[in-house]
């Protein structure tokens, strides 16, 4: 995705889409419980993550404003909803069964530039991007049902960031 094209209704939608087919994609394999190929979760994490990634990066301006700001919001979305179809299929394997593929498909690396893009939008001037990735990381540090390991500083984030719902993010 380039910023400098002015598209940003393009570069949303392209983001939503490819979240998307990663959604589709990994439930139909859920589904096949005899396909066991790692193939499609290594590519999440390698290429999707990263152009996501590479998505809170746009701070592209036209006349309607900061419309980048549309193109990080849809990346923080789309990085939460990659970061359990990663972490899930870890749990899908009991300890003994890790191989180093699986083990690796949520990684330090991957945890902390993650966590530092959501702080980064988490500081944003817009007040609904500041509340929005706030929300997301609240979710990635509590979530119930997906454990997000080698969270750096998780202690501390738990500290700033309470589990609890009535957190006003957007107020300045």
Not at 4 to 15: L, Q, T
Not at 68 to 97: F, N, Q
Not at 122 to 139: S, W
């Amino acid at each position: 995705m380039n910023p400098e094209d002015r598209d940003a209704e393009a570069r949303v939608n392209a983001v939503k889409g490819l979240t998307s087919v990663c959604e589709t994609l990994t439930q139909k394999r859920a589904s096949d419980p005899g396909n066991d190929d790692l193939s499609l979760f290594l590519l999440i994490k390698t290429e999707v993550m990263d152009t996501l990634l590479k998505a809170l990066d746009d701070y592209s301006v036209d006349n309607r404003g900061d419309v980048g700001s549309w193109v990080r919001e849809a990346a923080v979305h789309g990085l939460e909803k990659c970061t359990y179809i990663l972490c899930k299929k870890m749990e899908t394997y009991s300890e003994g069964d890790y191989n180093d593929d699986t083990s690796s498909l949520f990684d330090s690396n991957l945890a902390t530039r993650l966590i530092g893009g959501m702080l980064k939008q988490g500081v944003e001037k817009m007040d609904k991007l500041r509340e929005t990735a706030a929300k997301v990381l609240q979710r990635i540090l509590y979530h119930k049902s997906v454990s997000v390991p080698h969270v750096p500083y998780r202690e501390k984030l738990e500290e700033i960031l309470p589990n609890k719902a009535n957190l006003q993010w957007a107020v300045s």
